[in-house]
């Protein structure tokens, strides 16, 4: 299984909305709705950001928002926020039952 | 509060078998409303989905790796296992356990990962 297609930065000033891509195939990211996104900032584990493509977790700001379109989901950042400077991962079910994760987005906040 | 710990040697040379536990406290393993997954990370890069067990010991695993990966659950210690043979310098890595949020309408995992474990940075060298 090949790993999902994520940029491999993006940036954006303080209060902007930033959009980070993944890209996927139509046995993972475009059959199922099974996609999640993950924060780890440096040294941390990753965080359950959105799951089922859209929900999120509580506790989770509603600045974070997640879509997805054919075979590509997107995180939404709004609002940016110095705090949100953090690599970004998605990741989705596979027809194998199994899980990809993308490459990984680094987010700068300028 | 859940939380898990994963522990085992922090060094491991090249052919021999890397092998961690994670240690889940703050609830049951038993529960069958969970999977429980590990992942890694190899330093500067990104995730990797290793393999995923639920209480009963049905798993799931990397096709990349599921030749040298044996995930084990041991209900008695609130426990889970992972065995990863044959070694070489490429898995090196932060492995993270994890708790899968539960099963999708086939009865696979959600691969939904809402607690982890801090991690444990294995190197594999000689």
């Known amino acids: 299984q090949s790993a999902l297609t994520q940029p491999a930065s993006v940036s954006g000033s303080p209060g902007q909305s930033i959009t980070i891509s993944c890209t996927g195939t139509?046995?993972?990211?475009?059959?199922?709705?099974?996609v999640s996104w993950y924060q780890q900032h440096p040294g941390k584990a990753p965080k359950l950001m959105i799951y089922d493509v859209r929900k999120r977790p509580s506790g989770v700001s509603n600045r974070f928002s997640g879509s997805k379109s054919g075979n590509t989901a997107s995180l939404t950042i709004s609002g940016l926020q110095a705090e949100d400077e953090a690599d970004y991962y998605c990741s989705s079910y596979t027809s194998s039952s199994t899980l990809v994760f993308g490459g990984g987005t680094k987010l700068t906040v300028l | 509060q859940l939380q898990l710990q994963e522990s085992g040697p922090g060094l491991v040379k090249p052919s021999e078998t890397l092998s961690l536990t994670c240690t889940v406290s703050?609830?049951?393993?038993?529960?069958?409303?969970?999977?429980w997954g590990w992942i890694r990370q190899p330093p500067g890069k990104g995730l990797e989905w290793i393999g995923s067990?639920?209480?009963?010991?049905?798993?799931y695993h990397n096709p990349s790796l599921k030749s040298r990966v044996t995930i084990s659950v041991e209900t008695s210690k609130n426990q889970f296992s992972l065995k990863l043979s044959s070694v070489t310098a490429a898995d090196t890595a932060v492995y993270y356990c994890?708790?899968?949020?539960?099963?999708?309408?086939?009865?696979?995992?959600?691969?939904?990962?809402?607690?982890w474990g801090q991690g444990t940075l294995v190197t594999v060298s000689s």
């Open positions: 067990i639920n209480y009963s010991g049905s798993t």
């Open positions: 703050g609830g049951s393993i038993s529960s069958r409303s969970y999977y």
């Open positions: 994890a708790r899968d949020q539960g099963y999708n309408w086939n009865l696979a995992p959600l691969y939904y990962f809402d607690y």
């Open positions: 139509s046995s993972d990211v475009g059959h199922y709705d099974y």
